[in-house]
């Protein structure tokens, strides 16, 4: 606990630092990630005077901002034992600003906090999450060389496409985290129009959506506001899982499972969707429950050749790449 003034506080741990950080650099909209840390980090570290989330609504900006910077420096301070200059560059506010626009005054203000944050990112390990090694490689950069977290979004429907696109695409030689790629799943056909519409205006980078076949209704709709430098890939046939390499999906099952009888094509054309067969095949063979998301991240573990993307697959991570 430190006291200045009328004004008591707890320092916020490094791991508390961390998750702060992490939850600031996310590809979301600043306007409700930055008011969300904001308040959490004032509410659960501020002894006196004590404040409730009414009166953070109530209080001027920048006063919020000023009791921000000095609970966040002054933790970083003493968790690293480094002293502020005073001539830090606001990288968060700079990403933010070549992100995004549109930003209302209050939202403005708060990116313009000048918040220490350079030991917190020097000291992350390998194993941290893509977007704050992302911001650390911009740490001392010269503006013209910075690398942005996020250049291109990708929205997807599911899981699966979130997992395997950039794990397709960097078998073909393109890393989409190097080339600062995003791909977002959505949760659903029915919510990718949302989160489109959510982000159509607020975006200075390329949109791209990635939808199912049967989503042709969505995509017909979604042309009259679709912006010129996004674009829509509807998959020529089913869903994500139906243009997966067969010999992929086969050689995946045989090696993460031990089947009396091995698994072969003709178990995965029964039914007309993938999805139906490998239900199947787990049912049948006693694998347990299938779900998209655990096999999505066996498949990925199994990619071995360019051979195992398919060519509709190509295609599509060929588009993402040329937008």
Not at 275 to 289: A, S, V, W
Request: aromatic share 8%; with cysteine; proline share 3%.
């Amino acid at each position: 606990m430190i006291s200045n003034n009328s004004v008591k506080f707890k320092y916020l741990s490094k791991n508390e630092l961390l998750i702060n950080l992490d939850r600031l650099s996310r590809f979301k909209l600043p306007e409700e990630s930055y008011k969300r840390v904001f308040y959490d980090v004032i509410l659960k570290c501020l002894i006196n005077p004590k404040y409730g989330i009414n009166n953070l609504d109530n209080m001027p900006c920048r006063e919020l901002c000023n009791l921000f910077k000095y609970i966040w420096n002054s933790s970083v301070e003493y968790n690293y034992k480094k002293k502020i200059t005073g001539n830090e560059f606001n990288l968060l506010k700079y990403i933010c600003l070549n992100s995004f626009k549109n930003l209302d005054e209050k939202t403005k203000l708060l990116i313009n906090t000048n918040i220490y944050i350079e030991p917190i990112l020097e000291t992350i390990e390998k194993s941290e999450v893509r977007n704050l090694q992302n911001l650390k490689l911009n740490l001392h950069k010269k503006k013209n060389e910075l690398i942005f977290p996020v250049k291109k979004l990708v929205i997807v429907e599911g899981i699966t496409e979130e997992i395997l696109l950039p794990v397709f695409s960097k078998k073909l030689g393109c890393d989409f985290n190097k080339n600062s790629i995003l791909v977002m799943g959505a949760g659903g056909k029915s919510k990718s129009p949302a989160l489109y519409m959510k982000l159509r205006n607020k975006l200075k980078i390329p949109i791209i959506l990635l939808f199912d076949n049967d989503a042709k209704e969505i995509c017909d709709e979604l042309n009259s506001v679709l912006k010129k430098k996004d674009k829509m890939i509807l998959i020529k046939k089913g869903e994500f899982e139906d243009i997966l390499s067969l010999n992929l999906i086969k050689r995946t099952l045989n090696n993460e499972y031990e089947t009396l009888t091995p698994i072969r094509k003709k178990h995965l054309m029964l039914y007309p969707k993938m999805c139906d067969n490998l239900q199947y095949i787990y049912r049948t063979m006693q694998l347990g429950e299938f779900k998209k998301a655990k096999f999505a991240k066996i498949i990925s573990k199994n990619i071995k050749y360019k051979t195992d993307l398919t060519q509709e697959i190509k295609s599509i991570i060929s588009c993402i790449n040329n937008i």
